[in-house]
Each structure stands twice: as structure tokens, then as C-alpha cells.
């Protein structure tokens, strides 16, 4: 599990840096990122809660929580055992957790877990597997559903 990794392994405190070519990697337990970078950002932690903008692409692999906040990111790959919780726009959401919560604009949205909200735009396709679906009344979906 994550929280192994992270209590195990050399990240005993936070680990971030940037590279040539403006990604971020960033590692804590407890991780609050706030960060604009026109690269991805490549986040771990027991809980990760990302204020920014990644122009690229956002993985994020968490234990407890996932919470990405934005305004601008390409696409999102999150993992979290319990819940991720997404806000902003996004060519595609790939997202696997106990609970998540979406609200967001994208152009596809691919979403596994025991219970899925969704809100916002999507313009594409919308695949979800989950014991327990909520949609909002106001959700756009142009592809399938």
C-alpha cells in the first residue's frame, strides 16, 4: 500500500522538485501542493491536495485522499483507496478509489468505485463502474453513457 511505501521508504519528509522541463515531483504524507507548471505533476502521499495548474498531465496516487483542485490540466490518472475528488477542466479523467467525486469539463471521464459522483461537461464519452452511481441533473454527456 501506499502508506507502506511512504513510511518505509526514504521519504520521511517531503520530497518535491522540479525538472528541465517544468514537472513536478512531489511525496509526503500529508501532501498540499500548490503549484503551476507547464509539465506534469507526478504526486504521492497518504493524502494529496493539489491547488494549481499541470498544462501536462496529473498523477496522483494516494491512500486516504485524492483532492485535485484546478483550473488547467491535460489529463488526470488518480489512484486513491478511499476518495479523489476532482474540480476543474480536463481533456480526460482516469480515476480509481473507493468514493469520487467529479466536477469537472472534459472530453472523456473513465471512473471505477464503490460510489461515483458526477458533475459538469463532458464532451465524449462517460464509462462508469461502480456499485452506487449519482449523477447530477445537469450533467452534458454528447458521447455514451
Known amino acids: 500500500s501506499i502508506t507502506f511505501l511512504l513510511n518505509t521508504s526514504i521519504v520521511s519528509h517531503a520530497i518535491e522538485f522540479h525538472d528541465a522541463a517544468d514537472n513536478i515531483f512531489a511525496a509526503d504524507l500529508i501532501l498540499n501542493e500548490r503549484a503551476n507548471v507547464d509539465g506534469d505533476a507526478f504526486l504521492l502521499g497518504e493524502t494529496i491536495n493539489f491547488a494549481g495548474n499541470a498544462k501536462g498531465n496529473i498523477l496522483a496516487a494516494g491512500n486516504t485522499a485524492v483532492n485535485i483542485s484546478t483550473t488547467d490540466f491535460k489529463n488526470a490518472f ?68
Open 78 to 145: 488518480v489512484i486513491a483507496k478511499g476518495e479523489v475528488n476532482i474540480k476543474g477542466d480536463a481533456k480526460a479523467i482516469y480515476a480509481f478509489g473507493n468514493t469520487i467525486k467529479i466536477n469537472c469539463n472534459s472530453e472523456c471521464e473513465f471512473l471505477i468505485a464503490k460510489v461515483v459522483n458526477v458533475s459538469g461537461s463532458i464532451n465524449g464519452d462517460l464509462t462508469i463502474i461502480a456499485t452506487q452511481i449519482n449523477l447530477d441533473k445537469n450533467l452534458v454527456v454528447t458521447g455514451n453513457l
